[in-house]
């Protein structure tokens, strides 16, 4: 027997079509059909609506899936961001030596956007001087870029949070690196 519907073939005595789940109505009798016709008219299996909608659903929960991923990573971004401008709002020093024997130190004073780098001595009472101030901006938990450099710098945390190293050297040319101090 042989589907009206569909041209599927269908044993004896069946009531429904198993492609097309088509009824009785559309079943047809025991005569033979041509291979060429029943092929013609028969749907190709990959492509039934059952299928389809399979598919469908599978692809959009792929996606759902990934904006969540995407959604958790740029929060997780955005506060480990946040948590490196905290920090870098403390205030933070080093004392050097002059070539002549004196001590000064260099702070570098964060606020939201700039960051001012100021010399204070002690050898000459009350002698504050700003050497520059840069715009900066925080771009991942651990970087920074000086906007006025167009430069990107990494700073490395020691665990207690009380120093930090920053890479390159954000004020002295002659290293590579910087050492910065909590002086809270």
Known sequence: MFCTKCGAQIPDGTKECPVCSKGEELLCGQEERPAESVEAEAPAVGNTPQ???????LISGIAAVCL????????????QRAKLKNELMRGWSRVEESSGGAYYRLVLDFDEDTVDVNFETAAIFGMNERLATLEYKVISGNKIKILDFDEEFTIEFDKKHESFEITPALVDTDYYHEYWYNFD
């Not at 299928?51 to 659903?57: I, M």
């Open 51 to 57: 299928k389809k909608k399979k598919l469908l659903l």
């Open 68 to 79: 969540v991923a995407v959604g958790i990573l740029l929060g997780v971004q955005a506060g």
